[in-house]
């Protein structure tokens, strides 16, 4: 087993936001000290390229200097997403590999930790689909000699859902760290995912923003969200709660983070980002001007208003 399988277990990983303005720029200044206070909370590491930083869009030598910035920041674990976007996914399942491997190099290069693996949404058109996803995992271990860890994601963001079978599969494998699940609001696909891992040793990783509290009830031991790019030290208590056996604790700070999921990750979910990095702003984790995700959809000010209430909200409890 992996030594980061103990050293993650029961820890919060956030996926972490990509101070930018409203044309795409990065703001390295901002993404320095955002990665330096976010760090300060007890996390057990960080996801970088994920779907809340928007790593896929993000050219390459901004991806390498996004992972090099949150490598001077800190010496905790670095997971890095490799894929290609659902919208810009390359014409073939070969070409889309090629450049899901090109990123892990990229990663592996830049100091990372670990990768995690975008499904590519093309398995969905083949009849072996769930041979040429071990396939994939298998190579990108391979190659980038980095521990990897699974993403079953799935609804609008793209993906290719990942049954029981696959699970038990891709755990299986030695380089495999452990499963991350993001359904959305699949119940049932959670919990079959996160039961599908049992007794494999490996981590059972939630991604469930808005089943976040249940996913632990249904057997996660880790989580690696979206969510705590804003609200780092709730997303945290939760967990923390939860593994102490401190039910009571549980379920007050699962009914606080549940209200600002409600608040953030609704229809059109692509937005989420966005509303993660108003948060973000209201916190004073990244100023205004970078506090743009140009990828996403145009969203009314209203939804803004809405998140911002929520923050004062909770902060006033």
Not at 225 to 242: C, F, H, P
């Amino acid at each position: 087993m992996h030594p980061l399988v103990e050293r993650l277990r029961g820890t919060l990983l956030p996926a972490v936001v990509t101070p930018m303005d409203s044309d795409g720029v990065i703001a390295y200044d901002a993404l320095s000290a955002y990665a330096v206070t976010l760090t300060r909370h007890a996390i057990g590491g960080v996801a970088v390229w994920a779907h809340t930083g928007r790593g896929l869009y993000l050219s390459p030598g901004d991806r390498v200097k996004v992972l090099e910035t949150w490598r001077a920041a800190t010496d905790v674990p670095i997971v890095a997403g490799v894929g290609v976007p659902k919208s810009v996914e390359a014409p073939t399942l070969q070409e889309a590999a090629d450049a899901t491997v090109e990123m892990a190099l990229a990663a592996a290069a830049g100091g990372a930790d670990a990768v995690m693996v975008y499904p590519l949404a093309g398995f969905n058109d083949v009849a072996d689909g769930h041979a040429q996803a071990v396939a994939l995992h298998e190579r990108v271990a391979a190659e980038s000699g980095l521990p990897l860890v699974g993403f079953y994601l799935h609804g609008e963001a793209g993906g290719y859902p990942y049954s029981p079978a696959l699970i038990k599969d891709l755990l299986s494998l030695d380089a495999m760290l452990g499963v991350k699940t993001a359904t959305l609001d699949r119940a049932i696909g959670c919990q079959d995912a996160i039961w599908a891992g049992r007794g494999t040793g490996k981590l059972l990783i939630t991604g469930e923003d808005r089943m976040y509290g249940p996913s632990f009830m249904w057997g996660a031991d880790t989580a690696l969200v979206g969510i705590a790019s804003a609200q780092v030290e709730l997303s945290a208590a939760v967990l923390r709660a939860w593994t102490a056996g401190e039910h009571s604790e549980f379920l007050t700070a699962s009914d606080r983070l549940d209200r600002f999921a409600a608040a953030t990750f609704y229809a059109p979910i692509e937005g989420y980002v966005q509303r993660m990095l108003w948060a973000a702003e209201w916190e004073g984790l990244v100023p205004a001007a970078a506090a743009h995700d140009p990828y996403g959809p145009s969203l009314p000010p209203g939804e803004r208003a809405l998140v911002i209430r929520c923050l004062e909200q909770l902060h006033g409890q």
